[in-house]
């Protein structure tokens, strides 16, 4: 069945630094994922996403990369703030067939940001 | 810009209870989707709705039903409380299709004492 998950439970970085999040897939039929950050007491908010026709895509600060060959992808966080330290998830886009999809979610990590 | 809201935001109930939560979509949204987040865990699928019809299941106990209105929005019916059923319940709504964004809100905490 589908499994997405992370490696590393928590993560604890200095202001400024660069920060990277991984996260493990074991479906190789996964094809579309993203990025979830969630502040404590909040839902969980987008951050960006990935095609499987994509290795890396990048937006404000954030990059993502995508390696199918080991079904493994990574947020990369650059310069992080204080205002980054939140509960980081990947999730997969689950097409469950006849036009229905949902999200299946990983194990969180929680970043810490030292100031 | 608007936002899913939820309502109640926080609720306490005491088990073999009933609980009613709801869940307003973003306008024009015509997708909700429920999420269940156990503390420490990652957000579990239950249910979602497209254009008032149940689109598909996941994980949702026979003890929680729910449904999307004509105005689109949904409530999420539980009954018989359990203590395990004490979560963050997210709602999140979308248009359909699989390359819209979902857009959550900010969860009701259930509580079951």
């Known amino acids: 069945g589908e499994s997405v998950g992370l490696h590393l439970p928590t993560l604890s970085v200095q202001e400024g630094d660069n920060s990277i999040i991984n996260c493990a897939y074991s479906?190789?039929?996964?094809?579309?994922f993203i990025w979830y950050k969630q502040e404590s007491g909040k839902g969980p908010q987008f951050i960006i996403d990935?095609?499987?026709?994509?290795d890396k895509r990048q937006g404000q600060r954030v990059t993502v990369l995508l390696n199918k060959t080991v079904k493994h992808l990574s947020l990369q966080i650059a310069a992080t703030q204080p205002g980054d330290s939140a509960v980081y998830f990947c999730?997969?886009?689950?097409?469950?067939?006849?036009?229905?999809?949902?999200?299946?979610f990983g194990k969180g990590t929680l970043l810490t940001v030292n100031p | 810009a608007a936002g899913v809201i939820q309502s109640p935001r926080h609720l306490i109930k005491e088990k073999r209870e009933t609980a009613t939560l709801k869940c307003y979509p973003i306008?024009?949204?015509?997708?909700v989707y429920w999420y269940q987040q156990g503390p420490g865990q990652d957000p579990q699928f239950l249910i979602s709705?497209?254009?008032?019809?149940?689109?598909d299941k996941g994980s949702i106990p026979d003890r929680f039903s729910a449904q999307q209105f004509s105005d689109y929005h949904s409530e999420l019916n539980m009954s018989s409380l359990e203590l395990g059923d004490s979560a963050l319940y997210f709602c999140?709504?979308?248009?359909?299709?699989?390359?819209?964004?979902?857009?959550f809100g900010p969860g009701t905490r259930l509580t079951v004492t």
């Open positions: 999140a709504s979308s248009l359909g299709g699989r390359d819209y964004e979902q857009y």
């Open positions: 479906n190789s039929a996964s094809d579309y």
């Open positions: 990935i095609r499987s026709n994509m």
């Open positions: 999730a997969e886009n689950v097409d469950s067939g006849g036009s229905n999809y949902k999200l299946t």
């Open positions: 306008p024009r949204h015509d997708t």
């Open positions: 709705f497209y254009e008032k019809m149940q689109s």
